[in-house]
């Protein structure tokens, strides 16, 4: 069975320090990973997805992650938050090889940026 | 249209109506999935559909839950005899097929919310 953590429901940082949002993952085999981001009353924005390679992904809007195979983590994160960036934001995983097969979210992780 | 797209926006309804959503996925995308969004609970996967295969209803809650797709294209979620713990943001999203890879994104609607009065 495959599961993601993000043990954080609410992370709260002042505009233009640095973001961290945490993922830690369980699949019984190599995963693919994705971030994904949630406005007020809109659906579900796709960041950006590890699949293979480069541990470290960038994506949309200034965001990366890291794949860390060994910490079984991809934690998303921004050198530098803006307000913008307060939103909802899902880890998910999926296994690797598994075709088009839902994606499993976490809970989510609630960032407030601060001016 | 660009996305994928869902209606109502919003739905009202009283304990023990029958309700229909509606997705239309992005034009192309083989696959299609329902989920559904309560609050503080993240997202729970209702069904899946991949092309002409038989769809993956594990998710479903009730039997009070179907869904069907029609021309592999436009999906209706119907609940019937609706209950207040229906009450959630219904999202659906579509996938292009890549066989066997795996790694495609999902892109998902605005969601339709319902709420059971």
């Known amino acids: 069975a495959q599961s993601v953590a993000q043990p954080e429901d609410q992370v709260n940082v002042a505009e233009g320090n640095p973001l961290t949002v945490k993922c830690t993952y369980s699949?019984?085999?190599?995963?693919?990973l994705f971030w994904y981001v949630q406005y007020p009353n809109r659906g579900l924005q796709f960041l950006l997805k590890y699949i293979t390679g480069d541990n470290l992904v960038k994506g949309s809007y200034g965001f990366e992650a890291e794949f860390n195979k060994s910490q079984t983590s991809f934690h998303l994160k921004k050198p530098s938050a803006l307000v913008s960036d307060s939103a909802l934001y899902f880890c998910?995983?999926?296994?690797?090889?598994?075709?088009?097969?839902?994606?499993?979210f976490g809970k989510g992780t609630r960032l407030s940026v601060i001016a | 249209g660009a996305g994928v797209s869902q209606s109502p926006s919003n739905k009202v309804t009283e304990k023990g109506k029958d309700v229909e959503l509606r997705c239309d996925p992005i034009s192309g995308h083989t696959a299609l999935y329902w989920y559904r969004q309560s609050l503080g609970q993240g997202l729970e996967f209702l069904i899946y559909?991949?092309?002409?295969?038989?769809?993956?209803k594990s998710g479903l809650p009730s039997d009070r839950f179907s869904a069907e797709r029609t021309g592999g294209s436009v999906s209706t979620l119907t609940i019937q005899r609706t209950q207040q713990e229906d009450s959630a943001v219904y999202l659906c999203a579509s996938s292009a097929n890549v066989a066997g890879v795996g790694g495609n994104e999902q892109f998902f609607g605005p969601g339709t919310r319902l709420t059971v009065l």
């Open positions: 998910a995983v999926r296994l690797r090889f598994s075709g088009n097969t839902p994606l499993v």
């Open positions: 699949v019984s085999g190599n995963p693919y």
């Open positions: 559909f991949q092309g002409n295969s038989a769809p993956d």
